[in-house]
């Protein structure tokens, strides 16, 4: 059982940096760093799902389980919403700018950090 779960937390960590790979891929050709955190919760709202949503001991997800993945997906949709009607983040740009020409490969990493 320990294994099932172990496995599980394993593809919930693989999706959410791969997610975040996309993310940079993203920021990289657009130039605009808000769609970081847009993905980033976007993503966390789908994982999350998934994983209220897996099976505990082979069942079938209950209704508490719907309810946390409902849940999970609306403060996702919502919160990505928000952040994707946003502009560049400063923080971000500062990030760039202290990095020079290293940014993009230290911006990589520090979104697997995120993931």
Sequence with gaps: M??????A????????SALMAVAWVVQQRTGNSGW???IWTLSVGLV??????WPIAGAVPG????LVATLVVVWSLR??????????????VAF??????????RMFFFLQNQG
């Design 63 to 66: 209704s508490r389980q719907w």
């Design 36 to 38: 970081v955190d847009t």
């Design 79 to 92: 919160l990505g919403g928000h952040i994707a009607a946003g502009t560049d983040d400063p923080r971000y």
């Design 2 to 7: 320990t294994v099932y779960y172990l496995g």
């Design 96 to 105: 760039a700018q202290q990095r020079g020409a290293d940014a993009p490969r």
């Design 48 to 53: 999350g799902a998934a994983g209220a949503l």
């Design 9 to 16: 937390i394993a593809a919930m960590a693989l999706s959410l």
